[in-house]
């Protein structure tokens, strides 16, 4: 099946400061999505972005799908901003719609 | 905003027991999904469910699980006889349509198996 590695696994920010994650993938897409799962366990969606480019306040994400890979930027990070990062997948050559998971990229922001 | 739900948000359970895991998808959407997380790793797929059948599932969804809609609404997931690595997160999901729609995540259910 599709494969999504994320980098980097772990990073750490003092608030303020800007940050870009990476969700590589090993074969083409019909779906992929950024979720951030706070402290509570519940994942939020962050974007629907299978191409092109989307922002959403200090919140914005690329994905270059003939290259397989997707951006996620956070700008002028804050505390609430930790917690881990996850690009799920769907995979176009699968005949279902499952999402694949990457392992996640944890985030701390310091104050 | 229309949101997926889900009840209960804590089960704590014994080992070999029932339990039944409750989700209300958004009114509109017709394909369901299961989710789980052990703690501290990736969410993963158990079982897609359409048209009130099962239209995908992993290999981690054995005999042991099994899901329902019961109404118009619910969406449950079953696990007959639970065991203490069945313990994780669970997240039901929406979506609109299959293949290359979004999916719109539950809060999810925190089971506990002692």
């Known amino acids: 099946g599709i494969q999504v590695e994320q980098s980097p696994p772990d990073l750490i920010l003092q608030e303020g400061a800007n940050s870009t994650l990476r969700c590589n993938f090993s074969?083409?897409?019909?779906?992929l999505q950024w979720f951030h799962q706070n402290p509570w366990g519940q994942l939020i969606n962050l974007f629907y972005i299978p191409s092109g480019t989307k922002q959403n306040g200090r919140l914005s994400a690329t994905t270059v799908a003939t290259e397989r890979y997707s951006l996620l930027y956070i700008s002028s990070s804050q505390t609430t901003d930790s917690g881990v990062y996850f690009c799920?997948?769907?995979?176009?050559?699968?005949?279902?719609?499952?999402?694949?998971f990457g392992e996640g990229t944890q985030l701390t922001v310091n104050p | 905003e229309p949101e997926v739900t889900q009840t209960p948000s804590h089960q704590v359970t014994q080992m070999g027991q029932e339990v039944i895991l409750r989700c209300v998808p958004i009114s509109n959407h017709l394909y369901f999904y299961w989710y789980r997380q052990i703690l501290g790793q990736k969410v993963e797929f158990l079982v897609s469910?359409?048209?009130?059948?099962?239209?995908?599932k992993s290999e981690i969804f054995d005999d042991q699980f099994s899901v329902e809609r019961p109404d118009g609404s619910n969406f449950t997931l079953k696990i007959r006889s639970t065991k203490l690595e069945d313990s994780a997160m669970y997240f039901c999901?929406?979506?609109?349509?299959?293949?290359?729609?979004?999916?719109?995540f539950g809060p999810g259910t925190r089971l506990t198996v002692t």
């Open positions: 469910f359409y048209n009130n059948e099962i239209s995908e």
């Open positions: 799920a997948v769907e995979g176009s050559e699968t005949s279902g719609s499952r999402l694949t």
């Open positions: 074969d083409s897409v019909n779906n």
């Open positions: 999901a929406s979506s609109p349509a299959g293949a290359a729609y979004e999916q719109y």
